[in-house]
Nanobody, 126 residues
Framework: QVQLVESGGGLVQPGDSLRLSCAAS????????MAWFRQAPGKEREFVAA????????RHADSVKGRFTISRDNAKNTVYLQMNSLKPEDTGIYYC???????????????????WGQGTQVTVSS
């Protein structure tokens, strides 16, 4: 079993930065691909970024490429999302997720992620 707890959200102005953290418990954390998703009010949850088991491979949605960076520290059981140059359209609840298959390559579809955190709110507004 994997349990995930996100933190680091908040209210910021356009152009500001935030770093989200996802603390994981469970002995299989280091062996699982991880991802961040977000959900804006009235919209479906969407893929933001994913990272491979050892952190060597990452993928980012086109909407955040060049501004957001996903990383992980397996020694600390933590995944991060560094968000720079934030825009109002980045507003939403950000969720951390763990792939159900610890041996898969990184994936972007929501239905392969079985473990989710409670989410952290990010609001970008002037």
């Amino acid at each position: 079993q994997v349990q995930l707890v996100e933190s680091g959200g908040g209210l910021v102005q356009p152009g500001d930065s935030l770093r989200l953290s996802c603390a994981a418990s469970g002995r299989t954390f280091s062996g699982r691909p991880m991802a961040w998703f977000r959900q804006a009010p009235g919209k479906e949850r969407e893929f933001v970024a994913a990272i491979s088991r050892n952190g060597g491979t990452t993928r980012h949605a086109d909407s955040v490429k060049g501004r957001f960076t996903i990383s992980r520290d397996n020694a600390k059981n933590t995944v991060y999302l560094q968000m720079n140059s934030l825009k109002p359209e980045d507003t939403g609840i950000y969720y951390c997720a763990a792939d159900r298959n610890p041996y898969s390559e990184i994936r972007t579809t929501i239905d392969v992620y079985d473990y989710w955190g409670q989410g952290t709110q990010v609001t970008v507004s002037s």
